[in-house]
């Protein structure tokens, strides 16, 4: 019998909305943010140039402002990214998000609760094992592999530990795609 692996369909990781901020609320003390449909500062001061990215507390509404660019030269950016900032382009806005940058510099955290999916492709029942899985991140969220594969598969988190062969740590979160093989039931 050959042990070869088929391939499936890849695992897609999908975000749903743009996730949460994790930013405690100088007001009110919530420790939850939201950048509602998204709306940028642009502030000019001779040829330098400060952008923020707006958020408000989920509870009060109180608005913050996080930095995207700090004092930088006005030629250093490109006319479409400046374009963009001034008409609060939502693809903006999402990649300045996501970027990790941005969450460094401003000492927050993304919270994904709820912003995201698993699209699995159907079934594979008739075509045996072990199965070969690639899971691609088009979002960069991060997830436990284990806990992942569980609920693709809808197996145990024992029979994952059993079942699933992966080179990375199945327990370490991770946001990079990553491929993983099912083994036989029993
Ligand atoms: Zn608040």
């Known amino acids: 019998m050959s042990s070869q692996p088929h391939t499936v ?21 919530s420790e939850s943010a939201t950048t509602a449909k998204g709306r940028f500062r642009v502030n000019a001061n001779a040829k330098l140039l400060d952008v ?9 509404d109180r608005t913050s402002k996080l930095t995207v660019h700090e004092r930088a030269p006005v030629r250093s950016f490109d006319p479409a990214e400046l374009d963009g900032y001034h008409a609060n382009d939502p693809e903006l806005v ?27 492709p159907s079934a594979w029942l008739d075509e045996g094992w072990p199965v070969q899985v690639e899971v691609v991140f088009e979002a ?12 693709g598969l809808g197996l145990s988190r024992n029979e994952v530990l059993r079942r699933i062969k992966c080179d990375i740590p199945l327990r370490r979160p991770t946001s990079a795609g990553f491929t993983y093989t099912v083994m036989a039931g029993c």
């Open 9 to 29: 369909l890849p695992w897609v990781v999908r975000r749903t909305r743009l996730p949460l901020l994790s930013l405690r609320c100088v007001a009110c003390r």
């Open 140 to 151: 960069p969220v991060p997830v436990r592999p284990e806990r992942l594969i569980a609920q």
């Open 52 to 60: 923020w990215l707006l958020v408000r507390c989920v509870s009060c």
């Open 94 to 120: 999402a990649s300045r998000l996501l970027d990790p940058m941005f969450a460094r510099r401003n000492r927050v955290t993304l919270d994904w609760k709820g912003a995201w999916r698993l699209d699995t």
